[in-house]
């Protein structure tokens, strides 16, 4: 397993199913899943799943992260405040394939309490199959960087 083919995935209580189903399936791609978990439905903070599964990514230890959460919000601005993520809430294809073809995006977020799960499979593999185009995007890529120092 190498960081280049490792996939993190984190949700709070209300996307644990949801986040299960998606890991398989990202398994089922081919890719390693890392997933934080957590595994029991108490009432969790989405904060601290957010901002645990973007460590991983801002470190190298992942190449991507995919958080969950009801609506995928809570957990993509967690994600965001961590140095290095890009993540976007996505609840449509177009949208997922664009976060990495113009954004770079390192996370994607999905709202367990938005989109079903065929949906949200369909979301994972656009995000998962597009590349950043690089050029004219990189430039702006690299504004959005330029906003943390
Ligand atoms: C939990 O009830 C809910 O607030 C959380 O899953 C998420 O939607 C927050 O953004």
Not at 8 to 13: A, E, N
Not at 41 to 54: F, I, L, N, R, V
Not at 68 to 97: E, I, P, Y
Request: proline residues 2%.
């Amino acid at each position: 397993m190498t960081a280049d083919n490792r996939i993190v995935l984190s949700s709070d209580h209300a996307a644990i199913q949801l986040r299960q189903v998606v890991a398989a399936h990202i398994a089922m791609r081919g890719w390693a899943v890392v997933d934080i978990g957590p595994t029991t439905p108490e009432s969790t903070d989405y904060p601290k799943h957010g901002e645990a599964a973007a460590r991983l990514v801002a470190s190298g230890d992942c190449r991507f992260g995919v958080v969950l959460c009801g609506t995928g919000q809570g957990v993509m601005m967690a994600a965001n405040k961590v140095r290095g993520v890009r993540c976007g809430v996505c609840a449509d294809t177009f949208s997922a394939r664009m976060i990495r073809r113009h954004n770079d995006a390192n996370m994607l977020s999905i709202g367990a309490r938005v989109v079903g799960e065929g949906l949200a499979l369909d979301i994972v593999d656009a995000f998962l199959t597009a590349e950043f185009e690089g050029g004219r995007h990189a430039a702006r890529v690299e504004m959005i960087r330029a906003l943390e120092e």
